[in-house]
């Protein structure tokens, strides 16, 4: 006598519907860090990100007691951003490059020790 | 002339229009010359895109810098290698590479099966032509490679990052695993369409399914040995939108090839194919948008390149039409067979399927999750490696399990008994291994125990099958152990295949958690003749030295190396900066140990004035299984793919015997 | 160059409308110019003829799976009857749609 309903859509369907809940609760709770502009910036405390091109002439190095200062304009819009970076510089960092940084705003200033930088034709990113 | 590989792609546009047009009227009509008529389209396309592919190839070697494409990717001084390559490199470019492939094994595949699936090939053709028609719309109004303009004295030459062998092989191959993927897509909704199908195209489309899958896990790892190398640093894989672009289609291509066999072997999961196969086509579609757009990264914008918006509309229409479709027969579709054992062969490949299934959504939230938060909260926010190694470690444990659980136990219905009797060696072995890593100090990483366990289990498994296996064959046909075993795996192709694709994926789970969860790393400025430890090694920087190459300026810092007292020899780490491109690219320095297969990672970040070196020192244990899974999945993928000929003999009767009955 | 690209490219289309239209130049009216479908009774066939296939494979991977050890005798017997069951109903229900003169196997050409 064949089954009236498989189990193995039951399966599914409870699988389905777990995974999702895990990760929903997942991605709500521990969450991620927020991907601001430089105009965004200015209200977020606790660890951010924050996206924009690098203008004018960074100074300092790095791996240097004073870091890489550098700073960074909205893509599409006129706020700035001052950048203080320590750690390993990706390939493509330079004026004009688009960049991704992560850290922390105190005193004015963004604190970073992630520096990613967009590569500028359409391949992959770099990573620090 | 631009003006002929313009020309080629108009006629090539026209041919995969008509194709698609003429063919759905004629699969839907019935009408053979027609068919005929949209099937030679389709042939002739490929002749007309290659046509206009060597026009780009011949511009590119003869450095013809009125192609905008060629100006805009090249120079002069660049080696004839990646001046081939930059083929592929820009958007234009790889737009057409895909349309080549795409008519190439389209027409291929098609012209190969023609006789053999005469129901499914009339409404393939057609579905064939649209999806092409995609492409050449695009490379013909929105993104054309022959644009011209006047011709500048010098080309802008390949960013330096890209020049290396990688460059050469790693994209190609990926297209092959992408574009591959279009092929049991559109086959499985010409069978659908067409009604009437019977199995036998998943029979005949079986190894260009794996063929393509196997090119995309090759080409990801490809990838992530290219990210490792040039990148550099230090790990290998980092969950990036771009990266995960390719693992999706990928993830859900495997659970297809899985269940795929449930289908034939019990007639069942039709709906569910249907679906996964159309899954993995979208999200392979989906995969190149993320790359081409720009859409998804920290900066985020659609103005990156409208072709976005493109693909967007694209896959809108290719998920809403195979959804579509799929309801439309699903009738057709309701398997007749049930399960009928949660413990059977059957129910483990569904729990396969579910956690690939699973995994690939949760990488494919974890993708969307910027796009998605910023719509409803007004921040986006994006998750990162710990989401990521989260689900990777939830779903792929119970998945390196199941690789070995499933073999053991029968179809329909096993009863526990009979699959706790086979798994206890294996089980014990696995024990074993974790007491010993427990008592060598692995307890470092929880998850990376349990994974070694399990990967201990699923080796003993494997090795279990083979050596049954031999025995079994040995009693049969008598003869030596040696040829025992090959004539086991020649007439057993695909299942023993299959585990050595298997081992090769716990190989690399031993790689993975090798240097996610047991590596060191140490960083710091180092003065001349200043050492640091990393692990068991000692590094001394014994000074920096400079050397002009054709293209660029190199600064390396050499450093010695020890082990324990014994010499290891000096490795070099440094900076090119390359003159025309005012570019700097970091060299790192990779000193592999092939027999404790791990690797010391060494990146010289920063050269003071004053001499000293800023630099960071990674041990990266158990990195280079990695890579041999890479080659052993290839191998294993290969025993699969191999011609049997007795199982075309088979098919050439079954063929027969319907072809009489038509005659009749 | 510019001339020559406009011919060879006219010539492409040419070519192209010609392979397109071969078909409907072979054959200017063809009687039959169905495609060649399937009957319910060709489809009913060759169902049967896949259900008779995979009960025949499933035989054999019974068989192998107990001869390397994964199934104990007594399931072996157990599943063996019913599968060998299976397999003659389907091979018996196929008796009545045999054609009168099966087509010779050497024309095919059967490639996956």
Redesign the interface.
């Known amino acids: 006598m064949a089954r009236r309903r498989s189990p193995a859509r039951l399966v599914i369907a409870l699988s389905v519907a777990a995974a999702l809940a895990i990760f929903l609760v997942y991605t709500a709770l521990a969450g991620g860090t927020p991907s601001l502009r430089p105009s965004q910036v200015a209200g977020h405390d606790g660890r951010v990100s924050v996206a924009g091109r690098v203008v004018g002439q960074p100074s300092g190095t790095a791996r240097g007691p004073e870091g890489l200062r550098f700073t960074i304009k909205d893509v599409q819009g006129t706020a700035t951003l001052p950048v203080v970076y320590r750690g390993s510089v990706p390939d493509l960092f330079k004026t004009g490059r688009d960049v991704s940084v992560e850290g922390s705003l105190q005193n004015g200033v963004f604190v970073a020790d992630k520096l990613v930088t967009k590569c500028p034709s359409k391949y992959t990113n770099k990573q620090s | 002339m631009p003006g002929l590989g313009s020309a080629a792609l108009v006629v090539a546009f026209g041919l995969v229009a008509y194709a698609a047009v003429a063919g759905g009227y004629a699969a839907y009509r019935g009408r053979r010359r027609l068919l005929e008529s949209a099937t030679n389209a389709l042939f002739a396309s490929f002749a007309s895109v290659l046509l206009a592919a060597l026009v780009l190839l011949a511009a590119l070697a003869r450095h013809d810098f009125s192609f905008s494409y060629v100006a805009s990717h090249t120079s002069r001084e660049l080696p004839l290698g990646y001046t081939l390559a930059s083929f592929w490199s820009g958007q234009e470019g790889s737009l057409l590479l895909w349309l080549l492939v795409l008519t190439g094994i389209g027409s291929a595949a098609v012209a190969l099966n023609r006789r053999l699936i005469r129901t499914v090939i009339p409404w393939t053709v057609p579905i064939l032509g649209a999806i092409a028609s995609f492409f050449a719309l695009l490379l013909v109004f929105v993104a054309s490679p022959f644009a011209t303009q006047v011709a500048p004295a010098d080309g802008a030459g390949m960013n330096p990052s890209l020049q290396n062998p990688y460059m050469l092989a790693h994209p190609p191959l990926l297209y092959l695993g992408y574009v591959g993927l279009t092929i049991p897509f559109a086959f499985a909704m010409g069978a659908l369409a067409s009604g009437r199908a019977d199995e036998r195209w998943i029979i005949a489309t079986r190894r260009w399914t794996l063929a393509s899958w196997t090119f995309l896990g090759f080409a990801i790892l490809l990838g992530a040995k290219w990210a490792y190398e040039e990148v550099g640093w230090g790990g290998w894989y980092a969950w990036d939108p771009v990266e995960n672009a390719a693992l999706m289609p990928w993830l859900v291509a495997t659970a297809y090839l899985h269940s795929v066999m449930v289908q034939e072997k019990k007639n069942m999961l039709r709906v569910w194919n249907a679906v996964l196969v159309a899954g993995a086509f979208c999200l392979s579609l989906f995969g190149t948008f993320l790359t081409r757009s720009g859409v998804i990264s920290s900066i985020h914008s659609f103005t990156q390149s409208s072709i976005g918006a493109w693909f967007l509309g694209f896959i809108a229409v290719v998920a809403a039409a195979s959804t579509a479709l799929i309801i439309y027969r699903l009738p057709l579709l309701r398997s007749r067979t049930r399960l009928e054992s949660l413990v059977s062969r059957e129910a483990a490949f569904l729990y396969n399927n579910l956690f690939l299934v699973a995994f690939a959504l949760t990488v494919l939230w974890g993708v969307i999750y910027p796009l998605v938060s910023e719509a409803v909260r007004g921040v986006a926010v994006t998750v990162g490696a710990p989401y990521y190694d989260f689900f990777a470690v939830a779903f792929g444990l119970p998945l390196v399990l199941l690789m070995g659980i499933g073999p053991l136990v029968a179809w329909r219905r096993a009863s526990l008994r009979a699959v706790g009797r086979s798994l206890l060696w294996p089980a014990g072995a696995a024990l074993a291994v974790g007491i010993l890593l427990l008592l060598a100090g692995a307890r470092s990483s929880p998850a990376g125990l349990v994974g070694y366990t399990f990967a201990a289990f699923v080796l003993a498994a494997i090795a279990l099958e083979f050596v049954r296996g031999t025995r079994a064959r040995h009693a049969l046909g008598g003869g030596s152990w040696p040829a025992a075993f090959t004539s086991l795996v020649g007439r057993n192709r695909r299942r023993y295949g299959g585990y050595v694709v298997h081992a090769a994926i716990v190989l690399l789970l031993v790689g993975a958690v090798g240097i996610g969860g047991f590596g060191t790393t140490q960083e710091g400025k180092l003065t001349q003749g200043q050492s640091v430890q990393v692990g068991d090694y000692t590094l001394t920087y014994l000074g920096s030295e400079q050397r002009r190459a054709a293209n660029s300026q190199e600064l390396r810092a050499r450093l010695a190396v020890s082990r324990g007292g014994e010499d290891l020899g000096t490795v070099l780490a440094g900076k090119n900066r390359y003159f025309a491109e005012q570019q700097t690219s970091s060299e790192v320095a990779i000193r592999s140990d092939w027999l404790r297969a791990e690797d010391l990672f060494v990146i010289a970040d920063q050269f003071n004035p004053d001499g000293s070196v800023f630099v960071k020192v990674i041990v990266n244990p158990l990195v280079n299984l990695i890579w041999l899974a890479g080659l052993l999945f290839v191998a294993g993928a290969l025993i699969t793919l191999w011609p049997d000929a007795r199982e075309q003999r088979r098919l050439a009767r079954r063929f027969a015997e319907e072809g009489a009955l038509a005659r009749a | ?2 001339v ?3 011919a ?3 010539l ?2 040419v ?2 409308v010609a ?6 130049l072979a ?1 200017p009216d ?1 009687e ?7 009957t319910p ?3 009913e ?3 049967l ?2 259900r008779r ?2 009960a025949l ?2 035989l054999k ?2 068989e ?2 107990h ?6 005798d007594a ?1 072996y017997e157990a ?1 063996v009857g019913p599968l060998r069951r299976e397999a003659a109903e389907a091979m018996r229900a196929l008796e009545p ?1 045999a ?7 050497e ?6």
């Open positions: 160059m510019d020559l690209a406009v060879l490219g006219a492409l289309a070519a192209a392979f397109v239209a071969r078909p409907f054959e063809a039959d110019d169905r495609l060649a479908g399937r009774a060709e489809q066939r060759l169902e003829l896949e296939d995979r494979g499933a991977e019974l192998f799976d001869r390397t050890g994964k199934i104990a399931d599943s749609l054609p009168p003169a099966p087509a010779p196997v024309k095919v050409d059967a490639r996956a």
